[in-house]
């Protein structure tokens, strides 16, 4: 295993790399839909308004479109600087559907991005049309194939262990594309996409409002975003309660991490809201929250769809409930570290030619096979993810994402009987919640990837093996390196949006 504070860093800089790329991604997914529709009304109705107002959502899509091509392209090239090992050892399986990614929704979006941005008045408007919802349904392609491979990571399926070549080759194609955990997670992911986007062009429209600029620009503009906005929130919870489901199939864990829950029982409520108690162990008496507010039964109901089922705490994870049948952590250390012994020893037996010794250590092997992971472990309790960061990033996520459909709901109602320009309050509260909805979309990255530590693979492989053997300091600099070049090309993104805004849907500058 690498040394501890080489793992940090590559940890650190792939979690740089990926919330600065998470900065631009949902604003593509969501803008780029919300841009065919009103691209959809100008063709459908002939009115000019809508084309000026395509034309000026589309500007600020482009700009976000192409500053965030950088962190993708970057990420991708991470896993094999600083996670090698990790390619090494499942290559075969995460590399598929990211190449599907590359070959088919990249090269598509990129494609008719051209014609949708420099094709007016050179192609039909049917052809432009056309070219505008394949470059929103390219975009969300790419997403698909990437969150199929982030999910196959969460829940690892259709897959077998190569005991020859020690890696993980693919079994099934079709289990790892329809993994009901990458299902829901690209559900997820793509619905708080269309959300963001949403917010985006209402807040930017409650700015016309408030400066009295543009006046039926931005209430056009509204009534699309909120209308697109209400409808993908209401998704948004529908998917994020599926998405909660499959982490209590597979990830128990995250679940109890997420919920704070140290002492499982049935007939768990969830904490709407609460302090954790800072000075709570595994395995103490003390109480998990200095205070708290519960929904009852909602969490048993979530996890399992049963109110009476027993949710495990992070106590019975750790140390194992009996009674429930809940194998402790330890045990499954200790069957993991058999599994690594006999593969070990099949391999000096086969190169021996020893087959009756090959035979039975592989054997061996298979038996223990799924507790492999475990057998990197030393610490029953390092199972658990870090408590206070998850349960604090699910809490905010999940009460902005209650706020958006109000929000949503309040701003459509009054765009709807004209008196949207009238109510400050709204449009100042619409105006700041464009950065809520990032704050949303990061909390809900973090819930994801932080929840399922100490794993790369979950319960396969521990994030420390799967590291590159690099020199840290090299790690050290590339990750100031990139801080300072995504910070950059955020300022640089957030100043030219900033002038573009303030030029206005007429093209005449207003500062």
């Known amino acids: 295993m690498e040394s501890t504070l080489l793992v940090d860093l590559s940890r650190a800089q792939f979690a740089l790399t990926a919330m600065y790329h998470w900065l631009f991604v949902p604003l593509t997914l969501g803008l780029s839909f919300i841009v065919a529709i009103m691209e959809s009304l100008y063709v459908k109705t002939g009115n000019e308004e809508w084309k000026k107002i395509t034309k000026f959502w589309m500007t600020l899509f482009a700009i976000n479109f192409a500053i965030g091509l950088a962190t993708g392209i970057i990420m991708e090239f991470e896993f094999g600087t600083n996670w090698s090992n990790y390619s090494w050892i499942v290559g075969d399986i995460f590399g598929a559907p990211l190449a599907i990614e590359g070959i088919m929704a990249f090269f598509m979006e990129s494609t008719f991005f051209a014609v949708m941005f420099f094709g007016w008045n050179k192609v039909s408007k049917k052809m432009h049309l056309l070219s505008t919802w394949l470059v929103a349904i390219g975009s969300n392609l790419s997403a698909l194939w990437i969150l199929v491979a982030n999910g196959w990571m969460q829940n690892p399926v259709g897959m077998e262990f190569n005991v020859d070549t020690a890696r993980f080759e693919m079994k099934n194609f079709w289990d790892v594309l329809f993994n009901p955990n990458a299902v829901s997670k690209f559900l997820h992911t793509i619905a708080s996409g269309y959300v963001m986007g949403a917010l985006f062009v209402i807040g930017i429209s409650a700015w016309f409002l408030l400066k009295r600029r543009e006046i039926l620009f931005a209430k056009r503009s509204m009534i699309v975003a909120a209308s697109f906005g209400l409808l993908t929130s209401l998704f948004l919870v529908f998917s994020g309660d599926e998405s909660a489901y499959q ?105 021996e030619g020893n087959l009756i010794a090959a035979t039975t250590n592989l054997q061996t092997f298979r038996d223990n096979e799924c507790y492999l992971g475990y057998g990197y472990l030393d610490d029953p309790k390092s199972i658990i993810p870090p408590i206070g960061l998850t349960f604090y990033s699910f809490h905010i996520m999940v009460g902005l994402g209650g706020w958006f459909v109000a929000l949503f709901f309040f701003v459509l109602y009054f765009s709807m009987i004209g008196k949207i320009e009238d109510k400050k309050l709204l449009l100042n509260a619409a105006l700041f919640s464009i950065p809520l909805g990032y704050v949303a979309g990061e909390a809900g990255w973090i819930v994801a990837e932080v929840g399922r530590q100490p794993w790369a693979i979950q319960g396969m492989l521990p994030t420390g093996i799967a590291t590159s053997s690099v020199d840290e300091t090299a790690v050290m600099i590339t990750l100031s390196l990139f801080a300072i070049i995504f910070t950059a090309l955020l300022i640089a993104e957030i100043k030219i949006m900033l002038k573009q805004i303030k030029i206005g849907p007429q093209g005449e500058s207003h500062v």
């Open 247 to 351: 982490v209590a199939q597979n990830q128990p864990t995250k679940l109890a991490a997420m919920e704070g829950l140290y002492d499982g029982h049935s007939r768990a409520g969830i904490v709407a809201l609460g302090q954790l108690n800072p000075d709570k162990q595994i395995g103490d008496n003390q109480e998990e929250f200095l205070w708290s507010l519960e929904v009852p039964y909602a969490l048993s109901f979530l996890g399992y769809r049963n109110i009476n089922a027993f949710v495990p705490g992070m106590d019975d994870l750790v140390f194992g409930n009996e009674e429930l049948g809940i194998e402790s952590a330890q045990s499954k250390i200790e069957k993991g570290k058999v599994a690594l012994d006999a593969l070990k020893e099949y391999k000096n037996a086969k190169k």
